[in-house]
C-alpha cells in the first residue's frame, strides 16, 4: 500500500516537473514579454495612442462605471474594453520606496527603468534613459502630448525629456522646444512667457512665438482648436493647470475628448511612420488628492469620453493601439458603508452607497481644490457654512469638521490638503465615499490594450515592463 502510494507520488511527481519544464522552455522561446520574438514586427501597431489617468486604479475605473450608468445613462466604454479585451495590472513602485509620483511612474513606464521619485527618466546612477518620444522621433514618427494639467507636468514631461528635477518648469519647457512634439495641448501658458508678458519665464523668452516660428499653428481656446488645420499644433488653454470638468467654461478650455480629436487630426495628417500621442487626464489625480468624489465622477467621465474618440480613430485606422491605463492610485479611494451617525454601532444604523448616495455628487457645483481657494487661510465658520450651502446642497457639514477647516487642521497626518479632505470627509459621511489618504498608494493599475501589440500589456507586471514593451514596438517599426 505504501509502495503503491509512493509509486503514484513519484509519478505525479514526475508529471509536474515534466509540465513545469514545458512551460518553462516555453516562456524561453516567447521571451519575457510573452510574445515570440519574431512575431514582435508583425504585431507592431503604426499608431499608438496612449489615454493616461493619473492617480487611477481599478476602483476609480468601477467608480466611473457606475456612475455613468445611473447619473449620466451612458455606458462606461473603459470598463467595457477591459471586460472585452482583457486587462494587464502594472506594479507602481518608483527607485528606492513602494509608492510612487507621477515623475517616477511615468519614467518607468517611458523608458523601462526604475527611477527615485521627483525624478524624469534619470536613472539613479545618473544615466539618461531613453523615453518613448525620443524613440518614436528617432524613428520618424510623429509624437503629441495632451495634459490637463500644465504641458510640463510630471507624466508628459517623464515621456518626453530627461531632467533631474520635475519642478524646474522653465528648462522643461526650453527642451520640449528641442523636442519639437508635433502636438502640445493642455495648460502651462505660464511658463511658455516671460515677467512682464503675463508669464513668468525669467529669460525674457517668448516660446510661443518660438514655436511659432518653428511652423506650429498656436491656438488658445476651444474654438481654435477646432477650427485648427495645422499638421503641427501649440495649443496652451490656461496659465497652470487647467480646470475640473466639474466647473470649467467649455468655450476657453476644451474637453479632453475635443483635445485628443485635435491632436489625431492633426497628427494623422503627413504621418507615413505613424505616431505616438499621449492624452493625459490630471484631474484624476488632483481629485484624489483632495478626496473630491463629485470631481473625480466627472474627470473619469471625461476621461471615457477621450477613450471614445481614440477607439473611434482606430476603427478607421486598425492599424492603431489604443492604451488606456494610469500611473498609481491616488487618495486610498473606498467607497464603503458606514454608520449613519454614532448613536448607535448596530448594522441595523448602516448604510452601503448605492444609487442615493451617488445622486448626491450630481448637484455639486464646485471642486474641493476651488472651494478650498475661495475660502483661503482664515475662513469664518459662516464663510464655510455658506459655501456648503450654495455648492453643496444636500450636504450638511458636522460641527468637528467645520472646526477642522476654521482652526485649518487636518484630519490625520496623511491628510494635508486641510480644506479639501476635511470637505471630503463631509461627503463621506452622506454617501459613504471614503478616501484612505491625501497622497498616492501602492495598488497597482489596470491597463487595457486593444490594436495589433495588445499581447505585450496583459497579465501582472512592472511598470517597467511596460515601458519595455512600448519601446519594443515602437523600435520594430
Ligand atoms: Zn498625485
Not at 508529471?15 to 514579454?33: H, K, N, P, Q
Not at 536613472?123 to 524613428?139: C, I, L
Not at 512665438?209 to 488653454?237: C, D, I, M, P, Y
Amino acid at each position: 500500500m505504501n509502495f503503491l502510494k509512493h509509486a503514484r507520488e513519484s509519478r505525479l511527481a514526475m508529471l509536474r516537473f515534466a509540465v513545469a519544464a514545458i512551460v518553462v522552455c516555453a516562456l524561453a522561446l516567447m521571451g519575457c514579454a510573452g510574445l515570440p520574438v519574431g512575431e514582435t514586427k508583425a504585431q507592431s501597431p503604426k499608431n499608438i495612442v496612449i489615454i493616461f489617468a493619473d492617480g487611477v486604479a481599478a476602483t476609480q475605473w468601477d467608480f466611473g462605471r457606475y456612475t455613468s450608468n445611473v447619473l449620466r445613462r451612458q455606458p462606461f466604454v473603459t470598463t467595457e474594453l477591459f471586460r472585452d479585451k482583457g486587462i494587464g495590472l502594472l506594479i507602481s513602485s518608483p527607485h528606492g520606496a513602494y509608492v510612487t509620483d507621477s515623475a517616477a511612474a511615468g519614467s518607468a513606464m517611458a523608458t523601462g527603468f526604475k527611477v527615485d521619485n521627483g525624478i524624469l527618466s534619470v536613472t539613479p546612477d545618473g544615466k539618461s534613459a531613453r523615453t518613448v518620444m525620443q524613440a518614436a522621433k528617432a524613428k520618424g514618427k510623429r509624437i503629441g502630448l495632451i495634459s490637463t494639467a500644465t504641458v510640463y507636468d510630471a507624466t508628459p514631461a517623464a515621456f518626453s525629456m530627461n531632467a533631474k528635477s520635475r519642478r524646474d518648469s522653465q528648462a522643461l519647457v526650453d527642451k520640449y522646444l528641442a523636442l519639437e512634439p508635433d502636438v502640445l495641448l493642455g495648460g502651462g501658458a505660464d511658463y511658455f512667457l516671460p515677467v512682464g508678458a503675463g508669464g513668468k519665464r525669467k529669460d525674457g523668452k517668448d516660446m510661443i512665438a518660438a514655436f511659432r516660428g518653428k511652423g506650429w499653428q498656436v491656438v488658445s481656446n476651444t474654438a481654435e482648436l477646432k477650427a485648427a488645420t495645422g499638421v503641427k499644433l501649440l495649443g496652451l488653454f490656461a496659465d497652470e493647470d487647467m480646470d475640473f470638468d466639474i466647473e470649467s467654461d467649455r468655450a476657453k478650455e476644451p474637453t479632453m475628448a475635443e483635445m485628443t480629436a485635435g491632436a489625431l487630426k492633426a497628427l494623422s495628417q503627413a504621418n507615413p511612420n505613424g505616431f505616438v500621442l499621449l492624452v493625459e487626464n490630471e484631474n484624476t489625480d488632483t481629485a484624489g488628492h483632495a478626496n473630491d468624489a463629485a470631481a473625480l465622477m466627472r474627470a473619469l467621465w471625461a476621461t471615457d469620453d477621450a477613450v471614445k474618440v481614440a477607439l473611434d480613430f482606430q476603427r478607421s485606422s486598425p492599424d492603431t493601439l489604443v492604451i488606456v491605463t494610469g500611473d498609481h492610485e491616488t487618495g486610498g479611494f473606498s467607497p464603503t458603508y458606514a454608520l449613519k451617525d454614532l448613536s448607535s454601532l448596530s448594522s441595523s444604523n448602516r448604510f452601503y452607497i448605492g444609487d442615493a448616495q451617488i445622486k448626491m455628487l450630481e448637484p455639486i457645483t464646485m471642486s474641493l481644490t476651488t472651494a478650498a481657494e475661495k475660502l483661503g487661510k482664515k475662513p469664518s465658520a459662516e464663510a464655510v457654512d455658506a459655501l456648503v450651502a450654495k455648492h453643496f446642497p444636500g450636504f450638511k457639514l458636522d460641527a468637528d469638521l467645520r472646526d477642522l477647516i476654521v482652526k485649518q487642521k487636518p484630519l490625520e497626518r496623511s491628510h494635508a490638503y486641510v480644506v479639501q479632505n476635511v470637505l471630503g470627509r463631509m461627503v463621506a459621511r452622506q454617501t459613504g465615499i471614503y478616501w484612505g489618504t491625501g497622497g498616492h498608494t501602492s495598488e497597482p493599475v489596470l491597463v487595457g490594450a486593444p490594436g495589433p501589440g495588445s499581447d505585450l500589456f496583459r497579465g501582472y507586471r512592472d511598470n517597467t515592463d511596460f515601458g519595455r514593451n512600448l519601446l519594443r514596438l515602437i523600435d520594430a517599426r
